[in-house]
Structures are given as C-alpha cells and as structure tokens.
C-alpha cells in the first residue's frame, strides 16, 4: 500500500481561517437574499351595519364581542354597538346628553369620555372634561380636574395619555399626577400607545395649516419625532393602532382622493426581509376613517364612508327643501349673470363643470388630481375664476378658465402664498380674492388687474379674509380671521365695521340689496341662514337649520339662485361599519 507524505497531506490540507470564511460567505449570502416577508393584504370585506347614518370621524372600539360606535339620530350623536359578525344594532345609554367616547378599559368594563356640555363650539382647540364610565351601568367618575381634546388608556390601565392645545400629557387613571409629557410644535391628534407601552403615535397639525403628519414619542426618553418625514402633510395622515401582536401598526391617510388604510411592519426578522415602508392595504371608493384591531388581529373593524349630496333649493314661502337641477351631488353652486349659464363642484370629487341653468351642455372644466372651490363668473359670462390647488400639497392658488373649456391660467404671478375666494369687479377688469402666507396666517385683501397682472393690498384689510364685492363695487363683506366677525369694508374710505358676531360663506344677492351669510355650521340654536340689508342697516333671519345633516366639500356651503332662494346641500353620505379581515405575514 503506498504511503502518502507529510508534504502530500499537507497539499490537500484546508485551512480552518477559510472554512470560517466561507461559512462567512454562506451565511451573509443567506441574510442577503433571504425571502421577503409578504406584503399584508386585505382578502376580505364585510359590511356590519346597514344604518348609513354613522358619525364619519367616530373613534371604533371593541371588547371583543361588541364593537361601538357612534351614530346620528337626527341631528344627535349616539352611541350604538353591533357583533364582530354584523346583525342588530343595539344602544348604549349615555352617561351625558353630549359626549365623545374616546376609549374602553383594557378589560372592557369603562369608557373613557369627554363631556361636550351645552356649548357648540366644534373648534379643536376646545377642551372638554374627561371621565370614566361604567360600560354596565353608565355611571360616571371624573378623570381628577383633566380637560383634553383626546384621550386614550395604556395597554395596562394605568395612564391615561391626552392632548390639550400643543400638549401631550399624562396622567394615572384615578385623575391622579396630571404632567405635562411633551410640548409640540403643532396640535396633536388621535395618540395610541403602543402594545408594550414604551411608545405612543399620534397625528401633528401642520404648524403652517395645510395638514397632519405621523409622529412618535418613545416613553423613556422623552424622544418625540416625525415618523414618515418624507410623507407630505396634505394626506392627513390619522395615528392608528398597532395590531394585538404588536407587528403591525394601521393608520389611514389620504391618497389619489381617497381615505385608504395603510400598514407599516413594525418588528424585524432574522430569516426573512422586512419591507418597513407602508403599504396600502385599500384603494377606495370608501374613504376609511377610524378604526380598531379585533382583538384576534384577524380583522379590522372601520367606518367605511361612501360620499354624496343633493343639491336642495329653500322654496322660502312653503319653507320646504326641494330638489335643485335634478338634486345632483354638487355644491359651490354659481351663475352668470344673465342667469343662463351656471357652474358647480362635483362633490366629491372636486372638478369644475358648467353647463346650461336647465343642465343641457354640460362640460367638464378642470380634471383630477386639481380639486376646485369657489367658481365664480366673470361679468360677461365668458370665464370663471376659481380657486384650487393644482395637486396634493399644492397651495390654493387663483385660476381662470374659460366657459368652453381649455387649460385653467394661473391669474396672479407666480408666489408661495396661498389664494383664496375670488370676487370680479362689476367691469370685469379686476379680482378681489384673499390671501394669506404660506402658513395661512396674515391674510387681508388684494385686487389684481388682469391687463396688468398687478396685484395690490387694500388698505386697512390686514386680518380680514373670505372678501366678496358688492356688485357697484363700493363694499365688500369679509369674515375676521379666527372670530369669523361678518365685516363690511367701505372700498373708498377704508373703513370697516362689524355686521354680525359670527358667519360663514358670506355674499351678495344679485342686486346688491343684501349681503347673505350662514351660520349653519356651527350648529347653534339659532343657525341659519342670514341677510343684512343695506338700506335698513337691519338683520334678518331667512331659513333657520333643517332637521337632515348638511354637507359640502369645505364646511357647510350655501349659496343663492339668481331670484336669491337659498341653495344648500344635503349630506346623502351613506356610513357604515365593515369588518377587513386581513393576512397578516
């Protein structure tokens, strides 16, 4: 038998440094192009309730065989809850004539809510009282002295965490050791916590008014940051929930027009790629609100809005509400001045069309992703100008069109301000529009002369916004920024003075006899729908608040037919409840 050397064996000999480089090799090769954890999808939609009629924005809870919700009845809120699998509507007995449900216990057996009162102040910087409600009995406990905007339970019960102006703040579920967690550059919206309790998200108010973003405060640092900094604060993106695994957190923004929901992969694999980009999981035609996680993680349970109007004329001797032009889904409702032609914003989608006043000759004049408001026509009936932004994110900014169509002309030079409620002189030779800067703040009145494209301030209308010119051009009527104060303007002495303490959409009947205003969406006892008369300097009521909910694509619109009846929209939105089972990788 031969015998091999030393120096043969040695030859053949590998070395132990390159065995564990190649395992090396092996194993980062493996890490690199490990499989890649599936996208989440939703495999299916269930529609729970068949009311129509629930509060778009409510908070959705669940104790696991109920979920809540709250519903309109009326013009009242109330709470409701159906079965994870759908079928009768039940009611809830209210602890509080006017009310918010914000949370339940982790063990179900308490609402967290905060108590409206009387008022109907719906600015988001009213803070109201907060307190624990026995789910069984509806008895309730206050929350120390805490008044807050929202509030939500840590996963274990012991916190609670709310907002109240710029504020993020704690305090123990017995209203005990209220402290102040963080202060804000902005007004925080919807916090969750996370599952484990080290973290909370919530949405930001764009300090310059243009939207939300997703932030994140980790607990025991005091950290607060921006989640999605590259995510543009037009989506209004709405703070979600982790899911009860603690893998995925869900939240809602806005894209192409719609509400949709997103997931974001939140935990790290060792065996497989994690996408920690968000990924839509709906892509409308609902627009997706709020919701909650079941407490299986299998589904989702959300309000699902499906978005509507009718156009409604107020016949002001029957004082009944009739169809307008066929009661189409249409609002900021405009016409010529010879009353043959009539423009309007298709809600909700939020194009320009104009057509013949008996609906013959329609045309479409501007076109998705541009989102209109406000057309008005020119004295000869020849163009509109409008405002809009061009896209998502984009400012408001003045446009002009013609009545048959073509490309819409930005009016004004090109500027980062942003433009607002176009008004024509009566020669049709200028725009009185509003502006403000790029944050929304400062506004005042500006006239630009379309020959000359020049665009200059009127004097003494620093603070003042919304302006419509009276048709002989010597006043204007402008709403105060922040009160909302109906001010009349005296374009030659500069003078202004106050008409009424509170309006909205304020404008000018056809003969410059009136200036009309509404105060139907601050829901007061005495909303409605309001004129002042030049001559008597008097106010008067025309149509008080009907008893069917209003909408429009900014606030609650209302306008007027060339014979001054009023034109408003009826909220035909049909909200549900569905349930999105879901995979979850």
């Known amino acids: 038998m031969a015998v091999i050397s030393a120096q043969t064996a040695n030859r053949y000999r590998i070395h132990p440094a390159l065995i564990v480089a190649a395992i090396g090799v092996l194993l980062a090769a493996a890490f690199i192009f490990r499989p890649v954890v599936p ?16 509060v778009y924005n409510t908070r959705v809870l669940t104790d696991g065989p109920r979920v809540y919700f709250r519903a309109w009845e009326g013009q009242d809120r109330v709470i409701r809850y159906v079965s994870p699998e759908g079928g009768e509507v039940f009611p809830v007995e209210a602890a509080f004539p006017r009310m918010d449900v914000d949370d339940i216990s982790p063990n179900g057996s308490e609402f967290l809510i905060l108590e409206l009162g009387d008022t109907h102040d719906s600015s988001a910087a009213n803070n109201h009282p907060l307190w624990r409600v026995a789910v069984s009995s509806g008895s309730p406990r206050p929350v120390g002295e805490v008044r807050a905007l929202d509030a939500r339970w840590s996963p274990d019960g012991s916190t609670i965490v709310y907002t109240q102006g710029s504020e993020l703040d704690l305090v123990n579920s017995d209203g005990s050791n209220p402290r102040k ?41 005091n950290a607060v940051r921006p989640l999605l900094p590259e995510w543009p604060s037009p989506s209004r993106t709405r703070a979600g929930e982790w899911t009860p695994d603690g893998r995925y957190s869900i939240f809602t923004a806005i894209s192409e027009g719609t509400r949709d929901i997103w997931a974001m992969r939140d935990t790290k694999e060792m065996l497989r790629r994690v996408n920690p980009r968000p990924v839509r999981l709906t892509a409308g035609p609902l627009n997706f609100y709020q919701f909650t996680p079941s407490k299986d993680g299998k589904s989702i349970f959300a309000v699902g809005v499906q978005e509507r109007g009718q156009l409604l004329r107020y ?18 409702v405009a016409f010529s001045r010879d009353a043959q032609w009539v423009a309007y914003v298709e809600y909700p989608q939020g194009v320009l069309v104009r057509c013949r006043v008996d609906g013959s000759e329609r045309r479409q004049l501007t076109f998705s992703p541009m989102r209109v408001l406000h057309p008005q026509w020119s004295p000869d009936g020849v163009q509109l100008a409008f405002q809009a932004s061009a896209d998502l994110g984009s400012p408001s900014k003045i446009y002009t069109v013609s009545r048959d169509g073509g490309l819409p002309v930005l009016a004004t030079p090109q500027t980062s301000d942003q433009q607002r409620y176009p008004s024509w002189s009566s020669n049709g030779g200028s725009i009185l529009f509003s502006a403000s800067d790029e944050t929304g703040a400062q506004p005042a009145l500006y006239s630009l002369d379309l020959e000359s494209k020049q665009v200059s301030q ?85 149509m008080g608040s009907p008893d069917f909910r209003l909408g429009g694509s900014w606030g609650v619109w209302f306008g007027l037919t060339p014979s001054g009846e009023p034109l408003v929209v009826r909220d035909m939105n049909s ?9 979850l990788p």
């Open 39 to 54: 996208s989440p999808t939703v495999s299916r939609i269930r529609q729970l309730t068949h009311l129509g009629t629930l």
């Open 181 to 221: 967690f963080a202060s804000l550059p902005g007004q925080p919206f919807y916090p969750q916590w996370s599952r484990d309790g080290r973290h909370l998200r919530f949405s930001l108010a764009d300090p310059q008014g243009h939207g939300l973003t997703l932030w994140q405060a980790d607990l025991s640092g």
């Open 315 to 332: 016949d002001v001797p029957s004082r009944e509400y009739v169809p307008y032009a066929q009661g189409i889904s249409a609002d900021h």
């Open 458 to 542: 009127f004097p003494g209308t620093a603070g003042l916004y919304w302006g419509q010119i009276s048709p002989d051009g010597r006043h204007v009527v402008a709403l105060t920024d922040s009160t909302q104060k109906l001010i009349l303007y005296d374009t030659v002495s500069h003078g202004t003075r106050i008409l009424a303490p509170l309006a909205d959409y304020p404008i000018w009947s056809t003969d410059g006899k009136y200036a009309y205003f509404s105060t139907l969406y601050f829901r007061g006892h005495d909303a409605g729908i309001y004129r002042w008369q030049v001559s008597t300097n008097r106010v008067e009521k025309v």
């Open 575 to 583: 909200t549900d409840l569905y349930a999105l089972d879901l995979d």
